[in-house]
């Protein structure tokens, strides 16, 4: 029978929810028959057949029969919620209408619109550095509700999502069909900028805006600097500016 890596894993204690053990279980008997079958030793897989021995099918039937089986995700989809319920409350403010909601950060640097029409509404801490600026359409996500609409109904193109959740966990489901995203917290080394850095897509972190509304157009300064991990430690400004633009 093929050794795994879990097999000698001294740190591994085997105690968890039951449907993490079953599909832990459900995975590792894959495993080995797939290694018995191809005479290939554990390093192999790791460095050369993972992706050919185990394959996105594989998983959803391993899904399947692990739910066809009785288990269900409620009990390990409640562990966090239980352990740490403050962290699950609604953000203040974010059960009422989105479209009459806007950040006014009493740190934002605004100023009257320039001679292309764009109104300085705030700054923020560019995560990428991009070739050009990006432009959009403005949406707040501060709910479960306002997630939810977007996978029923589809996040519209070229969409700015506006968002607090700097862990990225509320709008992590659609994250990717954003064009751009102003966060009002974290860093660039919070998990929603390193999410937004592997997909792509634009962002500024620690955010400090003003004005925006659903349905405002606004531009991006993608195109500057994006701040280092020293400048933090520093107290260095390399803020971005953030445009609200003539409808």
Not at 205 to 233: F, P, W
């Amino acid at each position: 029978m093929a050794a795994l890596f879990a097999d000698t894993n001294k740190y591994d204690d085997g105690e968890g929810p039951p449907i993490v053990e079953a599909y832990h279980s459900a995975i590792k008997d894959l495993i080995r028959r797939r290694l018995d079958e191809r005479k290939c030793s554990w390093a192999d897989f790791v460095f050369d057949a993972s992706y050919e021995l185990l394959t996105a099918d594989d998983m959803r039937a391993i899904e399947a029969q692990v739910l066809e089986s009785g288990y269900r995700f409620t009990s390990s989809a409640m562990i966090s919620a239980l352990e740490r319920p403050e962290a699950y409350l609604p953000i203040p403010g974010s059960e009422g209408n989105p479209d009459e909601f806007s950040f006014q950060h009493s740190e934002a640097r605004t100023a009257a619109a320039d001679a292309q029409g764009r109104e300085l509404c705030g700054q923020g801490d560019n995560v990428v550095e991009y070739d050009s600026n990006v432009t959009g359409t403005a949406r707040y996500f501060r709910s479960i509700k306002d997630v939810a609409d977007a996978l029923a109904d589809g996040v519209a193109p070229n969409t700015i999502a506006v968002i607090d959740d700097s862990g990225g966990t509320l709008t992590a489901p659609i994250l990717e069909q954003f064009a751009g995203v102003i966060c009002a917290g974290g860093t660039v080394r919070s998990h929603l900028g390193i999410l937004t850095r592997e997909y792509g897509i634009p962002c500024l972190m620690n955010s400090k805006v003003a004005g925006i509304r659903n349905g405002d157009r606004v531009e991006l300064e993608v195109s500057g600097h994006a701040k280092t991990t020293e400048a933090y430690q520093t107290n260095t400004e390399m803020s971005v500016r953030v445009w609200k633009l003539p409808r």
